[in-house]
């Protein structure tokens, strides 16, 4: 068997067979098929697509490139939750906790950031003394903890390796949008990860990488069928991202924000999303509670402050602030109709909260503060954005991502659209 082979078969609009979708992405993780050959490859199953039997093949093919864990002796259900990502996402730092206040164990394995969407990681780490990295037998004895029960930590080197090569070859090469390679990478790391039950949260508009419905719908519902047919109760929501989650688009900004929500505040959006996955996650574990009664009384609070301390973090202390501010101020009045997600990603990026290649550093205070949202009333000359950043010649590279970026109409004809959009099981 050879890559040329099966690169001209699914070029020519070819079935790939079991045998050699396992032979080309072994090869891949081994070297013996170079990173030019699996791009075209990639490029192939981007214009060409893969149908529901090769799409779970290449899945399994990537779990077994690596290791899998186990987590079914924990004395506690356990429950994931992943977005596919988008602007000012800080869900799973509220979620993460709350859900493990309810009873179940949440191991979240995490990213960091990339062009305009942020990594969880990236956010956690503006905290002092946060780790992203543990080992396996630490994450079980914090998940066995009825005191914390949730981890957020970066995924070990031997979890899905050929998907880690996979995905810096798709992100260099203009094939990070085929549904297949998504659904793949996604769920590899997922199932491999170990967990009994999955919440997906598939974004779509101009903040997240799927911009319309049918195509967010498409991608759900091949995530939801891989993940049951490895033996994972999965379900996912499709959400709306044409407009940021919350107030804030960054790293300290939105853990900031988090804490408020976890504190009985925070911004509605961001609380109506952490209930709905919460709600999920509840009920794909068996548990019979209700998440907003745990948010409420500040059980979820608690197990906040153990998580964070459990991987060397200091809950108390300051979050990093950036060197520098900008304000930006409407220049008419009326009703903010529309806020648009990918301009605040982009102006926070610039800012320098996220990063154009892996490896890159991101500044821990750099961000974008939001001080009105869709349907919120505007005067001129009212602070619309807070720029925060430590290098202010970034500021005019963000200024330009936001020309545009707002809407402000005397008599609007439609009011902000629902947060959640449909529900895949």
């Given at each position: 068997m050879d890559a040329v082979s099966i690169i001209r078969a699914k070029r020519d609009g070819g079935e790939l067979s079991d045998?050699?979708?396992?032979?080309?992405?072994?090869?891949?993780?081994?070297g013996i098929v170079a990173d030019e050959q699996m791009s075209a490859l990639a490029m192939a199953i981007l214009l060409r697509g893969m149908n529901r039997r090769e799409i779970a093949r290449w899945t399994?093919?990537?779990?077994?490139?690596?290791?899998?864990?186990?987590?079914?002796?924990?004395?506690?259900?356990?429950?994931?939750?992943?977005?596919?990502?988008?602007?000012?996402?800080?869900?799973?730092?509220?979620?993460?906790?709350?859900?493990?206040?309810?009873?179940?164990?949440?191991?979240?394995?995490?990213?960091?950031?990339?062009?305009?969407?942020?990594?969880?990681?990236?956010?956690?780490?503006?905290?002092?003394?946060?780790?992203?990295?543990?080992?396996?037998?630490?994450?079980?004895?914090?998940?066995?903890?009825?005191?914390i029960g949730a981890v957020i930590c970066a995924a070990g080197a031997d979890l899905a390796p050929a998907d880690k090569r996979l995905y810096a070859l798709r992100d260099v090469t203009g094939t990070v949008e085929s549904i297949p390679l998504i659904a793949s990478s996604i769920m590899s790391k997922k199932i491999a990860e170990g967990t009994a039950a999955l919440v997906l949260d598939v974004k779509v508009g101009t903040g997240a990488f799927l911009k319309t419905l049918d195509e967010?719908?498409?991608?759900?519902?091949?995530?939801?069928?891989?993940?049951?047919?490895?033996?994972?109760?999965?379900?996912?929501?499709?959400?709306?991202?044409?407009?940021?989650?919350?107030?804030?688009?960054?790293?300290?900004?939105?853990?900031?924000?988090?804490?408020e929500v976890l504190a009985g505040g925070g911004p509605a959006d961001v609380v109506e999303l952490t209930l709905a996955l919460a709600r999920e996650m509840v009920a794909q574990a068996g548990l019979h509670v209700d998440p907003a009664e745990v948010l409420a009384d500040g059980r979820a609070m608690d197990h906040w402050r153990t998580m964070i301390q459990a991987q060397g973090g200091d809950p108390d202390a300051p979050l990093p602030t950036a060197r520098h501010t900008e304000t930006v101020r409407a220049e008419s009045a009326g009703v903010l109709t529309r806020l648009d997600a990918m301009g605040v990603g982009l102006a926070a990026w610039r800012l320098g909260a996220g990063r154009a290649r892996q490896g890159e550093q991101v500044q821990a205070g750099a961000g974008v503060e939001m001080h009105a949202k869709p349907g919120d009333s505007v005067v001129i000359g009212q602070p619309l954005f807070t720029l925060h950043t430590d290098t202010p010649d970034a500021f005019a590279g963000a200024l330009d991502a936001l020309d545009g970026a707002v809407g402000i109409e005397l008599t609007p004809e439609s009011k902000p659209g629902e947060l959640v959009l449909g529900r895949i099981d």
């Open positions: 045998e050699q979708i396992d032979w080309v992405v072994d090869a891949f993780t081994r399994a093919a990537m779990i077994g490139s690596g290791s899998r864990m186990n987590f079914t002796d924990l004395p506690r259900p356990t429950v994931d939750k992943h977005s596919t990502g988008g602007v000012g996402d800080k869900i799973t730092l509220p979620l993460a906790p709350l859900v493990a206040a309810c009873g179940a164990a949440v191991p979240q394995l995490s990213g960091r950031g990339l062009g305009h969407t942020g990594g969880t990681l990236d956010k956690l780490e503006s905290i002092p003394g946060w780790q992203a990295d543990i080992t396996v037998p630490r994450m079980r004895e914090i998940l066995a903890d009825p005191e967010a719908r498409e991608l759900a519902a091949v995530m939801v069928e891989l993940g049951r047919d490895a033996g994972v109760k999965t379900v996912a929501l499709l959400t709306a991202m044409d407009t940021p989650l919350g107030r804030t688009a960054g790293n300290a900004l939105e853990v900031a924000e988090s804490v």
